[in-house]
């Protein structure tokens, strides 16, 4: 069942996408992505209607009422660069985790919004132990995965992370891989994952869309992508792709932050 079709889709920054996005599928948006992410964030929340057409789950968004896109926010879950995680220095890391369902699922009782804060914090690999704390002080991986943690409260359909790996260590940003890997593996939401760099991205999506200069100039599945790369451009993204040395790269065995 297709979640996610975009079908010639102008976004504001000027690039061109169409893709189709099935249930429980991860999608990877890589190369010169630019504003892509935060423009399909835009346009996913209603705050832009660009040419083209979009469709979530049947749901026309060019002609989705303010109802629609409520119940669409609800459905969706965004995940930015550690620099932009939405946590206050002065609540609790509880609080930053809930907030969530105070605006999208207020009418919870305390005992379910309890069972999500555990679930989310199981799927997303931050500590309970955190809940009281603040996130001042929190190494970066920690704090991506306090985000993942928030991203993933409602239980959304879609995730949407836009350049999650930016300003990650290569071990917190291969341990964030292996989350996505366990979200799909345990019927987790599809995933639509933007990044500048292809690695983390070829590990963890299905299909492989390459931007080059606000067009799409491949698509194939991951592995077609990974071994046998058609254009020119995607050719240089693959090859200045760093080699497994094990280690903190080893996105098999990367360890929990400290």
């Given at each position: 069942m297709t979640l996610l079709s975009l079908d010639g889709v102008v976004l504001p920054g000027g690039t061109s996408v169409s893709l189709e996005v099935a249930a429980g599928e991860a999608i990877g948006?890589?190369?010169?992505?630019?504003?892509?992410?935060?423009?399909?964030?835009?346009?996913?929340?209603?705050?832009?209607?660009?040419?083209?057409?979009?469709?979530?789950?049947?749901?026309?968004?060019?002609?989705?009422?303010?109802?629609?896109?409520?119940n669409i926010r609800r459905?969706?879950?965004?995940?930015r660069p550690?620099?932009?995680?939405p946590l206050n220095p002065r609540r609790s890391i509880r609080a930053a985790v809930?907030?969530?369902?105070?605006?999208?699922?207020?009418?919870?009782k305390s005992a379910?919004?309890?069972?999500?804060?555990?679930?989310?914090?199981?799927?997303?690999?931050?500590?309970?132990?955190?809940?009281?704390?603040?996130?001042v002080g929190l190494p970066r991986g920690a704090v991506q995965a306090v985000a993942l943690a928030r991203?993933?409260?409602?239980?959304?359909?879609?995730?949407?992370?836009?350049?999650?790996?930016?300003?990650?260590e290569l071990e917190d940003s291969a341990r964030l891989a292996n989350r996505f890997l366990a979200l799909r593996q345990n019927g987790g939401p599809a995933i639509v994952l933007v990044s500048r760099c292809p690695e983390f991205a070829l590990h963890v999506c299905d299909t492989i869309v390459v931007?080059?200069?606000?067009q799409c100039v491949e698509t194939g599945t991951a592995t077609d992508i990974r071994v046998l790369p058609g254009h020119a451009y995607t050719q240089q993204l693959v090859?200045?792709?760093?080699?497994?040395?094990?280690?903190a790269f080893d996105l098999r065995v990367a360890a929990r932050p400290r």
């Open positions: 948006i890589v190369g010169e992505t630019g504003p892509v992410g935060e423009d399909l964030v835009s346009l996913l929340l209603g705050q832009s209607r660009p040419p083209g057409k979009t469709v979530f789950d049947g749901r026309n968004l060019s002609r989705a009422g303010r109802r629609e896109i409520q459905r969706l879950g965004i995940l550690v620099s932009e995680a809930q907030e969530p369902l105070d605006v999208l699922l207020p009418g919870l379910e919004r309890d069972e999500r804060v555990e679930a989310a914090l199981a799927a997303s690999g931050a500590e309970a132990a955190w809940l009281a704390e603040r996130p991203a993933l409260i409602c239980a959304p359909d879609l995730l949407l992370a836009v350049e999650p790996f930016l300003g990650l931007l080059h200069r606000g090859n200045a792709i760093p080699e497994p040395t094990g280690g």
